[in-house]
């Protein structure tokens, strides 16, 4: 037996560091300047000032709305927010204990088959799919907690809708905002890995519900879109102010990530943290704000001591998880709310991969034997 390294290609650095696998109008992550960029907007100019579904428009189809164009979005996305009876009913099947990612993975798909979805990716498809996100996280998360799902109501826009039918109230103003800037700041992030997984499916000719499905598994991982709940947790595992330096000490002396740092393209700080870390100050009260920026600041002073040659920044994650506990959200909620919002970049992607589409299907560098010679299973040792 042999055993050999072949390629006739030169391998991509491991994890695909620095290769650039597409080429895309819809955002870009400036990572040494700390920039994002949707559709040529600095991510600081649409915070605060846009709603969700401005966004949606403007990733979709390439410039913010006018009146015009927003009245009819906004109509057409809240015609499409009730989910369809085998929907409904697939949502109920599910265990009160399941995690609430594998319900929106399992209920998207669901929509996939009960709408359905088929064919070219369209428009319209991505809105059908957006516009339903939050009523199947909503209906599951109600339906666990021994509750009948809310009716989504169709005057009240994407972000106070998504509250009124987790709670069966009318929000307040504060949640409404702080919840529709979440949605704006995560919406899209250039190549990262649930995006680039739905461009793969895309671009097998698939339709975009496979595709969205798949994003929906890759965005689920602690290294992606899982993190915030995971930084609760540690915030909750520190506990005090006193004991930041030694909790910290030990999770590095121990080689444990650290939850909310780090992050393979941004080499200084990542601007929605920025914009986060301000609003967590307005809406946390001041004893877990002051645990919160107290952990940061003794975390990032230590991973730049130790870790000097590596450029580690508070990411998206350390104070999402801040904004969504503010306004009322399960922990285990935070990474379906972050696929609430990612919905609209995933099938932006996915239709600007139909446009010129190619297969996506690289090499691999075979490390395994050659030469083996077959032998029947009754004469294996
Ligand atoms: N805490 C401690 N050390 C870290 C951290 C961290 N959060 N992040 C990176 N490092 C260190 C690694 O230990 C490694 O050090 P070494 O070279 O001495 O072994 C070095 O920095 C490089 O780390 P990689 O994991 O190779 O960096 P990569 O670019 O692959 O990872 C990632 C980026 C996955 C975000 C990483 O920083 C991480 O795991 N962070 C914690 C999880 C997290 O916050 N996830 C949310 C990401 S944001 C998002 O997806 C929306």
Redesign the pocket.
Known sequence: MSSVTTSNTSAAPK?L?GVVVASTAISHVFGNEGRLVYRGYDIGQLAGKTTFEEVCFLLWKGHLPNQVELDALRATMSAQRALPDAVLATIRAMPASADPMDNLRTGASAIGAALPISGTATFEQALALAARFPTIVAAFDRLRKGKEPVAPRADLGHAANYLYMLTGEIPPENHVKSLDTYLVLLAD?SM?ASTFTARVIASTESDICSAIVGGIGALKG????G?PALVMDMLDAIGTADNIKPWIDQA?DG?H????????VYKTTDPRAEILREMARQSSTPEFFALAHGTEEYALAE?HRR?SD?K?YT???FYSAAVLSSVGLDRDLFPSTFAISRVAGWTAHVLEQMVGNRLIRPQSEYVGPLGLTFAPVSERA
């Open positions: 994890g560091d992030h990262n602690p290294l992606h879109g993190a590095l080689h990530k650290l939850m909310g740092f780090g992050h393979r991973l870790k590596q580690l990411n998206v994650e």
